[in-house]
């Protein structure tokens, strides 16, 4: 209803916006072929200079399908330019989520130094509203099988290395 709302007002980013949502729900739902078909048309647009809030969110979902889709060269090259596209928008509520699905998917490839990396930038960029002790943070990468328990101690490893060092500040 917001994009049929926005199309009526005029209003091309609502629109934009609306539509982007969608395709955030369909990676949720698990109808990855229509999620994948959006984003790999936007992710274009993104790339041909016409940058969005909503890139590295939509880069993470992709990543995701394409890590569960055995196609680890393309979720790599998505994680790797998430990053980028996070810091650009310079909000953490783009920066925290985006470094900790960069966490747990490197984990779940076996880069643990780099995922720890990922992990500690987050805790320090926010780390009163780092979701990383958060379940529904995690359940994005949740479509990614394999060392998911592992993942999960690295970062609880972490959080709790974090506030041991805050305690210690404080």
């Given at each position: 209803?917001?994009?049929?709302?926005?199309?009526?007002?005029?209003?091309?980013?609502?629109?934009?916006?609306?539509?982007?949502?969608?395709?955030?729900?369909?990676?949720?739902?698990?109808?990855?072929?229509?999620?994948?078909?959006?984003?790999?048309?936007?992710?274009?647009?993104?790339?041909?200079?016409?940058?969005?809030?909503?890139?590295?969110?939509?880069?993470?979902?992709r990543?995701?399908?394409?890590?569960?889709?055995?196609?680890?060269?393309?979720?790599?090259?998505?994680?790797?330019?998430?990053?980028?596209?996070?810091?650009?928008?310079?909000?953490?509520?783009?920066?925290?989520?985006?470094?900790?699905?960069?966490?747990?998917?490197?984990?779940?490839?076996?880069?643990?130094?780099?995922?720890?990396?990922?992990?500690?930038?987050?805790?320090?960029?926010?780390?009163?509203?780092?979701?990383?002790?958060?379940?529904?943070?995690?359940?994005?990468?949740?479509?990614?099988?394999?060392?998911?328990?592992?993942?999960e101690r690295?970062?609880?490893?972490?959080?709790?290395?974090?506030?041991?060092?805050?305690?210690?500040?404080?």
């Amino acid at each position: 209803e917001a994009v049929a709302v926005g199309e009526r007002l005029g209003n091309a980013f609502v629109v934009k916006y609306s539509r982007l949502i969608q395709l955030e729900q369909l990676f949720q739902k698990g109808d990855w072929d229509g999620a994948l078909r959006g984003a790999d048309e936007f992710l274009a647009a993104c790339e041909a200079g016409e940058p969005h809030y909503m890139e590295s969110a939509l880069r993470i979902d992709r990543a995701n399908a394409r890590l569960a889709r055995d196609d680890v060269e393309g979720a790599l090259d998505d994680l790797q330019k998430a990053l980028p596209a996070a810091r650009s928008v310079g909000d953490p509520q783009a920066l925290i989520p985006t470094l900790e699905n960069m966490a747990i998917v490197y984990v779940e490839l076996g880069r643990v130094d780099e995922a720890r990396a990922f992990a500690r930038e987050a805790l320090a960029a926010a780390p009163l509203v780092a979701g990383l002790c958060q379940p529904g943070r995690r359940r994005d990468a949740e479509v990614v099988a394999g060392r998911r328990a592992d993942a999960e101690r690295l970062l609880e490893v972490l959080v709790e290395e974090h506030l041991g060092a805050a305690g210690a500040l404080g």
